[in-house]
T-cell receptor, first 114, second 114 residues
Framework: AQSVTQPDIHITVSEGASLELRCNYS??????LFWYVQSPGQGLQLLLK??????LVQGIKGFEAEFKRSQSSFNLRKPSVHWSDAAEYFC????????????FGAGTTVTVRA | ETGVTQSPTHLIKTRGQQVTLRCSSQ?????VSWYQQALGQGPQFIFQ???????GRGNFPPRFSGLQFPNYSSELNVNALELDDSALYLC?????????????FGPGTRLTVL
């Protein structure tokens, strides 16, 4: 069955430390891959996306993600976390054949401690 | 250029009632997608409207229905409300064409069913 999995429900990280959020997908073909961030009371903001080509993609707010086909993963990273990065992060996939309708993982909540 | 707006922000209904949520798409966009985000979950795709026609539907019962108007704004209607319908409802607008075009999300409508 097609699915998007974010194994970590909650991650706590110290300000200035690095952050990595995991995402795994199960689809017949390589889907289009996305990371969104949601702050309390806000809608979803696109951080970055992967369609093809270079497997390391850069996004906004200093985030990057790496696509690994062999592991069906698309992990999100940030070298140095700021307090403002505290939010919920969602991995999502879309298929061109399905007009890019998005399927989301359950999300990872990131807490940043001083 | 205005972003995606949704109304109302919050809504409280009782079981069995009907509700209408509204979404104004971003200027120039012809597609609106609706998502339901239950507490602690990722958004789930409800349906998509493209140029006033339904263009795909997720695993939601028929009491979830929608409309898209000539100005590409949209409504989500839910009949016979159930407690499990309590959620954040997100709409996203995009310009659907052969190549991917980013979905822009509104801030959502928080629906509480008592």
């Amino acid at each position: 069955a097609q699915s998007v999995t974010q194994p970590d429900i909650h991650i706590t990280v110290s300000e200035g430390a690095s952050l990595e959020l995991r995402c795994n997908y199960s689809y017949g073909a390589t889907p289009y891959l996305f990371w969104y961030v949601q702050s309390p009371g806000q809608g979803l903001q696109l951080l970055l996306k992967y369609f093809s080509g270079d497997t390391l993609v850069q996004g906004i707010k200093g985030f990057e993600a790496e696509f690994k086909r062999s592991q069906s993963s698309f992990n999100l990273r940030k070298p140095s976390v700021h307090w403002s990065d505290a939010a919920e992060y969602f991995c999502a996939v879309g298929l061109r054949s399905n007009d890019y309708k998005l399927s989301f993982g359950a999300g990872t909540t990131v807490t940043v401690r001083a | 250029e205005t972003g995606v707006t949704q109304s109302p922000t919050h809504l409280i209904k009782t079981r069995g009632q009907q509700v209408t949520l509204r979404c104004s798409s971003q200027s120039g966009h012809n597609t609106v997608s609706w998502y339901q985000q239950a507490l602690g979950q990722g958004p789930q795709f409800i349906f998509q409207y493209y140029r006033e026609e339904e263009n795909g539907r997720g695993n939601f019962p028929p009491r979830f229905s929608g409309l898209q108007f000539p100005n590409y704004s949209s409504e989500l209607n839910v009949n016979a409300l159930e407690l499990d319908d309590s959620a954040l409802y997100l709409c996203a607008s995009s310009l659907l064409r052969d190549s991917y075009n980013e979905q822009f999300f509104g801030p959502g409508t928080r629906l509480t069913v008592l």
